[in-house]
Antibody, heavy 126, light 107 residues
Framework: QVQLVQSGGGVTQPGGSLRLSCIAS????????MHWVRQSPGKGLEWVAF????????SYADSVKGRFTVSRDNSKGALYLDMTSLADDDTGVYFC???????????????????WGQGTQVAVSS | DIQMTQSPSSVSASVGDRVTITCRTS??????LNWYQQRPGKAPKLLIF???RLQSGVASRFSGSGSGTDFSLTIDSLLPEDFAHYYC?????????FGGGTMVDVK
């Protein structure tokens, strides 16, 4: 069955760095684009980053651009998020999520985040 | 960026009730709209994609409708496990954006 198991995270001071990992199993990881989504304490969901299946196309939320780097190692089934210059408002739970594309017609398709990791806590505090 | 306005922010209901949540987008997104359920301390779970398509394994009491800029999620005959947060999300373009969420709690 599809599984995304996250690790990394923890507590760091403002300006610090952390690396999050997301290890995939149960599907052909190299065939799917992946996302990172975060959730601040008691708040809603915020998209963070996207990486397509072969890492040729990557995009970031404006709030993390220039500070966060998403990468993947398809040979290991691994997705990463390297976070630098962390600030208080980066605190929250970070989720990795698999993007799956559903084709209802050759030229009509829908992207969905169909499997999510369990989440990992990041706390930035002085 | 496509802005998402979800309402209500919370709704109180009883087991067996029908609940409808709405989501409005700032731009026409056709039917590129997904709905997720999130229970406390858990990851979001995909319920509906493409505005009205039921994700595999999801109970048929969940349904979605709408296109363009106005969408809705309906839960027919609430069960105890349905008390949770619900989020809409547009998949038309990056940045992906989510609605602010709706908490469905016990009346």
């Amino acid at each position: 069955q599809v599984q995304l198991v996250q690790s990394g995270g923890g507590v760091t001071q403002p300006g610090g760095s952390l690396r999050l990992s997301c290890i995939a199993s149960g599907f052909k990881f190299g065939s799917n684009a992946m996302h990172w989504v975060r959730q601040s304490p008691g708040k809603g969901l915020e998209w963070v980053a996207f990486i397509d299946y072969d890492a040729k196309y990557i995009s970031y939320a404006d709030s993390v651009k220039g500070r966060f780097t998403v990468s993947r190692d398809n040979s290991k089934g691994a997705l990463y998020l390297d976070m630098t210059s962390l600030a208080d408002d980066d605190t929250g739970v970070y989720f990795c999520a698999r993007q799956q594309t559903f084709y209802s017609h050759p030229r009509i398709y829908y992207d969905k985040l169909d499997f999510w990791g369990q989440g990992t806590q990041v706390a930035v505090s002085s | 960026d496509i802005q998402m306005t979800q309402s209500p922010s919370s709704v109180s209901a009883s087991v067996g009730d029908r609940v409808t949540i709405t989501c409005r987008t700032s731009h026409n997104i056709s039917t590129h709209l997904n709905w997720y359920q999130q229970r406390p301390g858990k990851a979001p779970k995909l319920l509906i994609f493409g505005a009205s398509r039921l994700q595999s394994g999801v109970a048929s009491r969940f349904s979605g409708s709408g296109s363009g800029t106005d969408f809705s999620l309906t839960i027919d005959s609430l069960l105890p496990e349905d008390f949770a947060h619900y989020y809409c999300q547009q998949s038309k373009s990056t940045p992906l954006t989510f609605g602010g969420g709706t908490m469905v709690d016990v009346k």
